[in-house]
T-cell receptor
Framework: EAQVTQNPRYLITVTGKKLTVTCSQNMNHEYMSWYRQDPGLGLRQIYYSMNVEVTDKGDVPEGYKVSRKEKRNFPLILESPSPNQTSLYFC???????????FGSGTRLTVV | TQLLEQSPQFLSIQEGENLTVYCNSSSVFSSLQWYRQEPGEGPVLLVTVVTGGEVKKLKRLTFQFGDARKDSSLHITAAQPGDTGLYLCAGARGFGNEKLTFGTGTRLTIIP
């Protein structure tokens, strides 16, 4: 089944403890992206990647890092999480740019 | 600054009624997409429109892209409880800009 898989689905962590949210797609898509979804603010793009080793900032990149060493994986790294990064995170992939994303099921992160 | 404004934010109607959701911007987009999101899941792509004035139909859903490619509408005919969900529009700027910007969404509830 073609899908985008995120792990974990739920995560509670403490301020300052480094964490990684993994994202993997099995569709051989070139484009991948991370979004966060917050009430009243909608989905906001954090980072995106057009291919292996090619990444760029979205609208809210502060406090996040990404890497794209392989085509299928696009992990999101929070080096020192803070409470304002509590949110619902989505990974997405596409074969033709930002035109038809397939989204994962989301990761709900709580930073206390 | 929210580039894409959706209206209404919330809509609750009886089964069988018709409705229209709007997505407006002061910016021009190379394409505009509509997604539906259900609780606990990621957004699912419904349609992509790329030509000014374009109309696409998906069963009881009709999508239109404005002539100037700054706005779009989603019309649902004879709404059913299965149409309940969060409807999101998203615009791609294109022309070398690979970002996809989402609107804040319309939460639709269809009452049986």
């Amino acid at each position: 089944e073609a899908q985008v898989t995120q792990n974990p689905r739920y995560l509670i962590t403490v301020t300052g403890k480094k964490l990684t949210v993994t994202c993997s797609q099995n569709m051989n898509h070139e484009y991948m992206s991370w979004y966060r979804q917050d009430p009243g603010l909608g989905l906001r793009q954090i980072y995106y990647s057009m291919n292996v080793e090619v990444t760029d900032k979205g609208d809210v990149p502060e406090g996040y890092k990404v890497s794209r060493k392989e085509k299928r994986n696009f992990p999101l790294i929070l080096e020192s999480p803070s409470p304002n990064q509590t949110s619902l995170y989505f990974c997405a992939s596409s074969s033709d740019g930002p035109y038809s994303y397939t989204f994962g099921s989301g990761t709900r992160l709580t930073v206390v | 600054t929210q580039l894409l404004e959706q209206s209404p934010q919330f809509l609750s109607i009886q089964e069988g009624e018709n409705l229209t959701v709007y997505c407006n911007s002061s910016s021009v987009f190379s394409s505009l997409q509509w997604y539906r999101q259900e609780p606990g899941e990621g957004p699912v792509l419904l349609v992509t429109v790329v030509t000014g004035g374009e109309v696409k139909k998906l069963k009881r859903l009709t999508f239109q892209f404005g002539d100037a490619r700054k706005d779009s509408s989603l019309h649902i005919t004879a709404a059913q409880p299965g149409d309940t969900g969060l409807y999101l529009c998203a615009g791609a700027r294109g022309f070398g800009n690979e970002k996809l910007t989402f609107g804040t969404g319309t939460r639709l509830t269809i009452i049986p």
